[in-house]
């Protein structure tokens, strides 16, 4: 099965509702149920020594896992994050970051994701998160 | 007990160190154990719906839980987060945010802190997290 | 506000549901919100040291969410817990052990309540948890 | 590579350590960062509506964690769980529950596995736990 959005308009649908934003990761794979992020590490992005930092790979565990219902469900702006809880295993470091959610269950009302963090490149896991969304009652 | 870092010096480390960042919240209180940081919100932080996002709130209690370490330890740049688990209970709805870590413990190698953010002017808790940071050996 | 169900028939509810358990922990507050709930610890709950168990602590912090849960709907034995997120902050070393749940948020198909267990006559909290739980449509 | 602790010896040490335990779950599978444990169903282990119980699952997948280092590490005894996030995805009903955990990373200080619960026979995970356990410094 495919997914009900492309790479394009999650993508356009990301510049639209983040245009504040600078420096936004970008969506590379949407499958059913899957989602691949990609973001150029700049400046903002980085802690003291070099890392890659832990509220950036937050931002982009949040948003992979938003795309990954978005395979599923089609576009539903209105899904809000309910939990997210992630462990940073080891250093990010690169000039890339690479975001992959994959959904564990999709319920009524609960979405619940599975995601890995590396920098790109590199085969071992930076960071890894189990995200949680709420999906709105009227769909 | 006071403080081993006060509100100017905290606010300074910040600047320096993250000095690609923009629109970043700021500490208002320093106190053994306990920290509190500010931030106005702009177009960056909202989600559609204005609501101040998941990710905003993520590094906020991730920032302000690195201060609550100072508080006991100093300045000590390079502890580094090492998992984070965040329920979203509220909207957050407002024009600036406000996150208190509280620490819970301080270990040898970890230090785990309980983080609340509200919209400014709201009694009611938007989201909490529990923040485990570690502490390098050397210190 | 006064708690929906009592301390004795929260007992009694439990008595009947967990028939087949041992050593439970018994209920000894129930107000509008927030339990507490008791339990005297035996061989089973302990680990090598002589410390009581991460698994006694995490099934007294899902029951006593349970009864917080019950303190707001009255007996809702069909509520499931959802998500578990526990930190042990310190040993639990005692004869008996003290759980005590304060609702976070009761929403229409989420409960969420923070959870401290300690060892009975000690001030310091031996572990902490937010406990999630998803209420059944049909109530 | 192969596991440090062999099925046998992993299960006589969990018989002489929890002799207080009754109906504990048992090592089915050794190797190298990955161990299973399997336990038959009995009415302490299960809920209104004879689902397997949110404590029972989490017991295990605190324990089948606690073998995982052993793989690696030999037999540590005085390891001890720091956190444990557990997310119930569907409901776990079946006569034996059987519980995979799969390090994510070994460090000096602490030791993180992914785990996966499902009743026996089934392919559908019902539940999906991140474990972290502190290494104690003595090795």
Redesign the interface.
């Known amino acids: 099965m495919s997914s009900k959005v492309t790479v394009e308009d999650a993508n356009a649908f990301l510049e639209e509702?983040?245009?504040?934003?600078?420096n936004r990761s970008k969506v590379t794979l949407m499958e059913d149920g899957r989602a691949i992020m990609r973001m150029d590490a700049?400046?903002?992005?980085?802690?003291?020594?070099g890392?890659i930092s832990?509220?950036t790979q937050?931002?982009m565990a949040?948003?992979v896992t938003y795309m990954a219902i978005f395979t599923r469900l089609g576009i539903v702006?209105?899904t809000?994050?309910?939990?997210?809880?992630?462990?940073?295993?080891?250093?990010c470091i690169g000039s890339a970051v690479i975001a992959e959610a994959r959904l564990?269950?999709l319920g009524r009302?609960?979405a619940?994701a599975?995601v890995e963090i590396r920098a790109e490149g590199s085969e071992k896991?930076a960071s890894?998160a189990?995200v949680?969304y709420?999906i709105p009652a009227a769909r």
Do not use: C, W
């Open positions: 509702a983040f245009s504040g934003a600078q700049s400046e903002q992005h980085l802690r003291p020594g890392y832990g509220p937050m931002t949040d948003s702006p209105m809000v994050t309910s939990n997210l809880n992630m462990n940073f295993l080891r250093p564990l269950k009302t609960l619940v599975e896991v890894h189990i949680t709420s």
